[in-house]
C-alpha cells in the first residue's frame, strides 16, 4: 500500500539566499547539478507491505500492548514483556491518531538491542486493524482511549464528585459507536444510598447497570462476574474510583488511589496512563486514566440518532426523512419526549451532542 509521508522529514531541496550570502563575502561553491524535489502526490508517498492474513512478517514477533510510558511501549508477547519503541513510519501513517498505539493494541515487533541510539529491546513495525474501540476528539486528533474489549464499564459516582448523567450518555455513545457493550457502574453508593434511582434512566432501556461500593463490598461479587472471561475497559472521570474498584476485584494488585480534592470537589488524576492488568478469573480490563471532558465531535450529526436506542424506533414515524430532531414540527421524537415516552434529559443529552457535531 502507499502511504503519505511528512513533509517536514525531507531536506531543502534548494539551496538559498544566494544574494545575501554573496553581500556578506562568503565563499560559494556552486555544484554541478542541484537536486530538485517533484511535486507530484506520488512523490511525496512510500509503498509498504501488509499482510491481509495478520501474521507478522518473518523475523516478527506478536504481542499485545499493556502500557504507554512515554516514548517506550511495553508490549507482552506471552512468554515475556518487552520495552518497545515505534518505527517513525509508523507515527506517518497513524498521524492522524493522538498516539499511534494505544493499550490493548494487537502488534508485530523486530527484537533489537539499540534503535536510533536509544536502548530498546524491540521496535513495534505494524499494528493489527482495531475493533471494539472507545474513542474520543482531541484537539485535532482521534484520541482512542482503549481498543479490542468486548465491553467497558462506565464508572461514575453517587457523590465526591457529582454524578454527571451527561457524561455517561457521551460514553455510552462512544462505546456503541466503536462496537462496545457499555455497562453503567454507580460506584461509591454508600455515600449516596438515594442515588441508585438514577440507575433506572439506563436500566429501562436494556442496559446493564450495577451499584457498588469499594469500601463495604456491596456489588463487588456482581463486577467480578462482568469481567470473567471478557476483554473489558474500565473508563470514567477522575475520582469515581476505577482503581479502587479494581484493588477489591483482585486483590494484590495496589493501583494507585486518592482521595477527591474537598476544595474543587474533583478527582485528582492517579492513573495517568492506561494499563492493561491480566485477571486471575480470567480475562483482562484496561485501567484508563480519568477524563473530564469528553468531545464526541467525531461521531456525523446523522449518525447520533443509531446511538440512541429509545430513538431508533421510532424515527420512521418523522415527516422529514432528514429531521434532525432538534427544531422540525411533526417529529416523532419531539412527540415522544413530550408524552413521556423518552426521558427529557436524554433527549437534552442528543440535543448537546448534536449541536457539537462537526459535519
Same mark, same amino acid.
Given at each position: 500500500?502507499?502511504?503519505?509521508?511528512?513533509? %517536514?522529514?525531507?531536506?531543502?531541496?534548494?539551496?538559498? %539566499?544566494?544574494?545575501?550570502?554573496?553581500?556578506?563575502?562568503?565563499?560559494?561553491?556552486?555544484?554541478?547539478?542541484?537536486?530538485?524535489?517533484?511535486?507530484?502526490?506520488?512523490?511525496?508517498?512510500?509503498?509498504?507491505?501488509?499482510?491481509?492474513?495478520?501474521?507478522?512478517?518473518?523475523?516478527?514477533?506478536?504481542?499485545?500492548?499493556?502500557?504507554?510510558?512515554?516514548?517506550?511501549?511495553?508490549?507482552?508477547? &506471552?512468554?515475556?514483556?518487552?520495552?518497545?519503541?515505534?518505527?517513525?513510519?509508523?507515527?506517518?501513517?497513524?498521524?492522524?491518531?493522538?498516539?499511534?498505539?494505544?493499550?490493548?493494541?494487537?502488534?508485530?515487533?523486530?527484537?533489537?538491542?539499540?534503535?536510533?541510539?536509544?536502548?530498546?529491546?524491540?521496535?513495534?513495525?505494524?499494528?493489527?486493524?482495531?475493533? &471494539?474501540?472507545?474513542?474520543?476528539?482531541?484537539?485535532?486528533?482521534?484520541?482512542?482511549?482503549?481498543?479490542?474489549?468486548?465491553?467497558?464499564?462506565?464508572?461514575?459516582?453517587?457523590?465526591?464528585?457529582?454524578?454527571?448523567?451527561?457524561?455517561?450518555?457521551?460514553?455510552?455513545?462512544?462505546?456503541?459507536?466503536?462496537?462496545?457493550?457499555?455497562?453503567?457502574?454507580? %460506584?461509591?453508593?454508600?455515600?449516596?444510598?438515594?442515588?441508585?434511582?438514577?440507575?433506572?434512566?439506563?436500566?429501562?432501556?436494556?442496559?446493564v447497570?450495577?451499584?457498588?461500593?469499594?469500601v463495604t463490598g456491596r456489588g463487588i461479587d456482581e463486577l467480578r462476574a462482568i469481567l470473567k472471561g471478557k476483554e473489558s475497559g474500565i473508563a470514567g472521570q477522575s475520582g469515581v474510583g476505577k482503581s479502587s474498584l479494581l484493588n477489591v476485584v483482585q486483590p494484590g494488585l495496589a493501583l494507585r488511589t486518592a482521595d477527591v480534592s474537598r476544595q474543587a470537589g474533583k478527582g485528582r488524576h492517579t492513573t495517568t496512563t492506561a494499563q492493561l492488568i491480566r485477571l486471575d478469573i480470567g480475562g483482562y480490563v484496561v485501567d484508563t486514566p480519568g477524563i473530564r471532558s469528553f468531545d464526541l465531535s467525531i461521531i456525523g450529526k446523522h449518525e447520533l440518532e443509531a446511538y440512541f436506542i429509545e430513538f431508533v424506533d421510532r424515527l420512521a414515524g418523522c415527516k422529514y426523512p432528514d429531521c434532525s430532531h432538534t427544531h422540525e414540527l411533526e417529529c416523532a421524537i419531539k412527540s415522544a419526549v413530550d408524552n413521556g415516552e423518552i426521558d427529557p434529559d436524554r433527549y437534552r443529552s442528543y440535543v448537546t451532542l448534536f449541536d457539537e457535531a462537526t459535519f
Open positions: 500500500m502507499r502511504v503519505p509521508l511528512r513533509r %517536514n522529514r525531507s531536506g531543502v531541496p534548494r539551496t538559498k %539566499n544566494w544574494t545575501g550570502r554573496l553581500q556578506t563575502g562568503e565563499e560559494i561553491e556552486v555544484a554541478h547539478r542541484e537536486n530538485v524535489v517533484a511535486k507530484g502526490a506520488l512523490s511525496r508517498q512510500r509503498t509498504i507491505i501488509v499482510r491481509d492474513d495478520g501474521a507478522p512478517a518473518e523475523g516478527l514477533r506478536r504481542g499485545t500492548v499493556l502500557a504507554m510510558r512515554g516514548l517506550y511501549v511495553d508490549v507482552d508477547s &506471552g512468554d515475556r514483556t518487552w520495552s518497545c519503541t515505534i518505527r517513525r513510519m509508523l507515527r506517518t501513517r497513524l498521524i492522524k491518531n493522538r498516539h499511534p498505539v494505544t493499550v490493548g493494541d494487537r502488534v508485530h515487533f523486530s527484537v533489537r538491542e539499540k534503535y536510533d541510539g536509544v536502548t530498546a529491546a524491540g521496535v513495534i513495525e505494524a499494528v493489527d486493524p482495531q475493533v &471494539g474501540v472507545l474513542q474520543r476528539r482531541s484537539g485535532r486528533r482521534i484520541h482512542t482511549i482503549v481498543a479490542n474489549v468486548d465491553q467497558v464499564i462506565i464508572v461514575t459516582s453517587a457523590a465526591q464528585p457529582r454524578l454527571k448523567p451527561f457524561l455517561i450518555d457521551r460514553y455510552i455513545v462512544s462505546a456503541l459507536a466503536g462496537n462496545i457493550t457499555p455497562i453503567i457502574c454507580l %460506584n461509591k453508593i454508600d455515600l449516596d444510598e438515594s442515588a441508585v434511582t438514577i440507575l433506572e434512566r439506563w436500566l429501562n432501556l436494556g442496559y447497570g450495577l451499584a457498588t461500593s469499594a
